[in-house]
């Protein structure tokens, strides 16, 4: 579906000109189109610049700047540039300059446009004309409103529920209801570094090479942050993220156990079917909780003994055990996933094929004047045959081209596949964080003891001191 990002510009605006007009991104400057300015990066800023001079009052912003995304295999290059001229019109209603570049270099199709943050028709920046008043009213919700009516019109898939994304951005949001937030996505792209790590050292220098940006200072407090480049190119000003924010898994000590038990190995593998069981004999930990007094920690051990099998003792190795076979099964969950977009990709191209081919028979039994009739009737119908022919031989080379139905049918059972796969993920992830939670309580209970036992040998020594 389509989804749109708006930032602003305040430094480097010629290098963000030059990015947007690359040529292996825009097929050598075919799909680029501006108003107002040159098609040359260097020279559209110098004419941005030169309205800016003649512009009212003072501004740090010099450009404004956004994405306008669509769905995988839903359209073409150049009626993605026809869609974003059209969105450009309605937004910014011939006032503003503009450079506009359609991208081709991902698995979707994304356009990018640069305009200028002051109005060439009375001088006042983009944020006084356009960015004011109540949320509905900001320019942010105008682009996404009128990128969604321009999207219908050209009968394209938009956000349906654009409210649920409370609390983030329009991306993100869209990110996170096809399962790839960018959390989510920075988590996974981490799990990859850590499999393929020998150490936490060769851990922080592999982190660029899957495009993850990461900030490691062990004499802070809060030692390890990170992010997607790819966020980082979508919006300049975000901000690194927390290891802890991630969650336990991904803070330090437990990334460098993980990647020891990687290394070893040996990777945890739970039961299908957890069974509770009760707990007869005390166990020690719970026994030594209960003779402290401290009953909330000895139940909470008691539950995980009962719950998961798992003693106390061996809670975190658990935990990270557990939620290693989890990211394992996301791992092919996410595999799955793409192998059945392809297909559905490969099955629209065969269905379409099947349709046209009919012309194609029909003519090869005509010969003569009836062969030429028959081309000239159906002259669109043969060309888009020959077309569809070209994709499918394409698609297989080998000349072995399944039925309609047969890919259908695989397309089926792997979305069932996935769906159990998926449920087993679900479970693995819930008993990963429970036994996460769990260690994290008695972890902070057990310190919470140790500063009350040091307390009170202070108070002790000092009374033994009066």
Not at 414 to 426: A, G, H, N, P, W
């Amino acid at each position: 579906m389509a989804t749109t990002k708006l930032f602003a510009i305040k430094t480097t605006e010629v290098k963000a000109l030059a990015y947007i007009a690359n040529p292996e991104k825009t097929d050598n400057g075919r799909l680029i189109f501006t108003y107002g300015c040159s098609s040359d990066p260097a020279q559209a800023s110098k004419d941005f610049e030169a309205v800016r001079a003649g512009g009212t009052g003072l501004n740090t912003v010099l450009s404004q700047h956004y994405i306008q995304s669509f769905k995988p295999c839903e359209i073409t290059p150049e009626r993605a540039l026809e869609v974003g001229k059209e969105l450009c019109e309605k937004f910014l209603k011939g006032e503003y300059q503009y450079f506009l570049a359609v991208h081709t270099d991902t698995d979707h199709i994304h356009l990018h446009c640069i305009f200028n943050n002051v109005s060439r028709a009375n001088g006042r920046t983009f944020e006084s004309n356009m960015n004011q008043g109540k949320v509905k009213d900001r320019a942010w919700k105008k682009l996404r409103d009128l990128s969604d009516e321009v999207c219908k019109r050209h009968h394209l898939s938009v956000v349906e529920r654009p409210e649920m994304g409370k609390g983030k951005s329009h991306w993100e949001w869209d990110m996170n209801r096809q399962g790839l937030s960018w959390k989510a996505k920075l988590k996974f792209t981490i799990d990859q570094v850590i499999k393929e790590s020998e150490d936490f050292d060769d851990f922080l220098r592999k982190c660029a090479d899957f495009g993850v940006l990461v900030e490691y200072n062990p004499d802070h407090k809060i030692d390890l942050k990170f992010m997607l480049a790819e966020q980082k190119e979508r919006n300049p000003r975000a901000k690194m993220t927390r290891a802890k924010t991630l969650g336990w898994f991904y803070e330090t000590e437990t990334i460098k156990n993980r990647i020891a038990q990687y290394q070893g190995g040996w990777i945890y593998v739970p039961r299908t079917k957890i069974k509770e069981r009760t707990v007869k004999a005390p166990n020690r930990f719970v026994q030594d909780a209960i003779d402290r007094g401290n009953m909330k920690l000895a139940s909470i051990a008691k539950n995980v003994i009962a719950e998961y099998g798992v003693e106390p003792d061996q809670i975190k190795q658990a935990a990270i055990s557990e939620y290693a076979h989890s990211r394992g099964l996301l791992s092919e969950l996410n595999n799955m996933k793409t192998e059945i977009e392809d297909l559905q990709v490969k099955l629209k191209v065969l269905r379409k094929y099947r349709k046209l081919k009919v012309y194609g028979e029909e003519l090869k039994a005509l010969s003569g004047s009836a062969a030429k009739k028959y081309r000239k009737e159906y002259s669109a119908e043969l060309t888009e045959y020959g077309q569809i022919r070209t994709k499918v031989l394409e698609l297989y080379p080998s000349g072995h081209i399944p039925t309609v139905e047969s890919l259908d049918k695989k397309i089926n059972a792997l979305i069932q596949e996935r769906s159990l796969k998926d449920q087993q993920f679900r479970e693995a992830d819930k008993r990963a964080r429970d036994l996460a939670d769990a260690q994290r309580t008695i972890e902070e209970f057990l310190r919470q003891e140790r500063n009350e036992q040091q307390q009170d040998r202070k108070r002790k020594k000092n009374g033994d001191l009066e």
